[in-house]
């Protein structure tokens, strides 16, 4: 409740005090809840927790713009504005959907193309997310000095560039949900990616992603290609409870058990798979859900539509040839044509400057060499796989794998 | 059974530490302030206003003299107290380990009151 309380209240005060205000607006949110943490024990919960932070949220915001005097001659205006949203916020529908609008004018602003992307993430988690710098840092593996240098210069770029809250219109608005679905799809895969230890915030990333999406599916900017990404990720983070043992080793999309996958994510996603599907626009995001779904609807492993699966990899090829969609092609072409065509179409792979020294890359290689049964090239595949930087959990996986050449099992 | 009075301090430290906490922190905290207001063996607690308070010094022969509080933001403060039951000294500290008050780097004195 907290965290998703601090997202909106900063993002409500930044539009009410202007964005070169987004410190102040912070440090607001923080004295109220430490206000929380003083009172409730003694005074228990109020009925209306979220109501009460944000009422003392903008007491402080009001004490310290008069105190202050930052805002100059706007001030008492500011203040009256404050003081009108302060009365109606327990009983006001207008103000909830006023709330929901001050998001997504945060979000728009946070992923505006001026801020670097590395910047963009890290406000969006900031301020709308309600993640600390340490959470930010955790999720990301980064040092927590790096993380607040990226806000430091995320918000200077506001400034200086006098990025606004308006939602842009027009083509600039098709460009810039662009950019927030890229940060969004961003948020997810680190969340989604295995490292060691952290699994809970990195969980907490793909949820908060998940969470930006639903807002912007449920406003008038709601077109095909934001459902095609809710619908990826749903589907995506569905699988996240079955993906490692109780070891916590990792266990591949062949051997997991699909009871444990999550069905209410799985529904939500296939809702809005539904919904992605009302346009005329096929995007990367619509291939990389209907992937998705084609597994989701698999109910064991070997019942899973291969052919169906290499067709939309074929597609995604066409719109994004990367070497990372060639890599996870090249999975679906073993599983249709066998191993020896799939191990062909990834050996140019060999020679991208980024890819070369991937271990998944390696760790695919290695896999399909097994199958068809050369050990010795595979079991150096491993090792050398076991050389490039990974997580713990992953390189435990290596390490099996290559003992499975080993000892021939 | 003794009464026993746990006294807390707030130090610069630990109150810069609650500013950088995540509002997922927050929220753990004041739910675990809120459950050790629960225990059984409690009988009262309170916390103190924030504001400088008051000190009175007796002058000998003269008037008392009253100014603004001691309080600074580079020295301990004290912030509130819990009144609670414990058999000795041992139980009572013994009681107090897991308040989170200490988990945040403040201090806890705990004093027995007279008589009991």
């Known amino acids: 409740m907290f965290r998703h309380q601090a997202g909106r209240i900063v993002a409500h005060l930044a539009r009410l005090l202007g964005p070169a205000q987004i410190d102040l607006a ?71 959907e006023q709330l929901r609008d001050d998001e997504l004018r945060m979000i728009f602003m946070c992923c505006h193309p001026g801020i670097a992307r590395d910047a963009s993430v890290a406000l969006s988690l900031k301020t709308v997310g309600g993640f600390s710098v340490r959470e930010i840092a955790r999720a990301f593996l980064a040092d927590e ?22 939602m842009p219109r027009g083509p600039e608005l098709r460009r810039r949900l662009d950019s ?39 406003s008038s900017i709601a077109e095909p290609r934001v459902h095609a990404l809710i619908a990826l990720m749903a589907l995506g983070a569905a699988r996240l409870p079955a993906r490692v043992d109780e070891a916590g080793d990792l266990i591949l999309l062949d051997d997991q058990d699909r009871g444990r996958w999550d069905g209410q994510l799985i529904a ?47 597609q995604l090829v066409a719109i994004n040839a990367s070497p990372v969609v060639t890599l996870n092609r090249a999975v679906a072409v073993a599983k249709v044509r066998g191993a020896g065509e799939a191990l062909e179409s990834i050996d140019p792979l060999e020679n991208d400057p980024k890819l070369r020294d991937y271990y998944l890359r390696l760790a695919v290689r290695g896999h399909l060499l097994m199958e068809l049964g050369r050990r010795s090239e595979a079991a150096a595949c491993f090792r050398e796989a ?14 099996r794998r290559l003992g499975e050449c080993e000892n021939g099992t | 059974m003794s009464t026993f009075m746990l006294l807390l301090y707030d130090n610069p430290a630990n109150i810069a530490q ?22 059984p063996f409690m009988v009262d607690f309170k916390r103190l206003a924030e504001d400088t308070g008051k000190v009175m010094r007796g002058e000998r022969g003269g008037k008392p003299r ?50 009991t």
């Open chain 1, 26 to 96: 912070e440090e607001t949110v923080q004295e109220a809840m430490l206000r929380a943490l003083q009172v409730w024990p003694h005074q228990g919960v109020p009925e209306n927790a979220a109501a009460w932070l944000f009422r003392v949220a903008q007491n402080v915001a009001i004490d310290a713009i008069r105190h202050r005097r930052i805002l100059g001659d706007k001030t008492e205006a500011i203040v009256r504005e404050l003081t009108r949203s302060a009365v109606f916020v327990d009983s006001d529908p207008d103000l909830e």
């Open chain 2, 18 to 39: 609650f500013q950088k906490m995540s509002p997922e922190e927050m929220q753990k905290a004041v739910e675990k302030y809120m459950a050790w207001g629960k225990k």
């Open chain 1, 268 to 314: 939500l996603g296939f809702h809005h798979f539904d919904q992605s599907m009302t346009g005329e626009e096929a995007t990367e995001y619509h291939v990389q859900a209907a992937i998705a779904a084609t597994h989701a609807r698999a109910a064991a492993a070997q019942s899973t539509d291969w052919p169906l699966i290499l067709k939309l990899y074929d």
């Open chain 2, 66 to 115: 009253t100014t603004d509080g001691p309080f600074s933001e580079t020295k301990e403060v004290l912030g509130g107290y819990y009144t609670i039951e414990a058999a000795d000294y041992d139980e009572a500290v013994k009681r107090s380990l897991d308040h989170p008050h200490l988990e945040h780097g403040g201090t806890i004195e705990v004093r027995k009151v007279w008589g």
């Open chain 1, 386 to 399: 076991l050389a490039c930087p990974c997580s713990e959990p992953e390189r435990r996986f290596l390490r």
């Open chain 1, 145 to 166: 000095a790096a993380i607040a240098q990226r806000l430091v210069r995320a918000k200077r770029q506001i400034r200086d560039q006098g990025l606004t809250l308006e």
């Open chain 1, 180 to 218: 927030v679905l890229e940060v969004l799809y961003f948020l997810f895969n680190e969340g989604y990616a295995a490292h060691e230890g952290e699994e809970l915030i990195r969980q907490d990333l793909c949820i908060e992603a998940l969470r930006l999406g639903g807002l912007l599916a449920a």
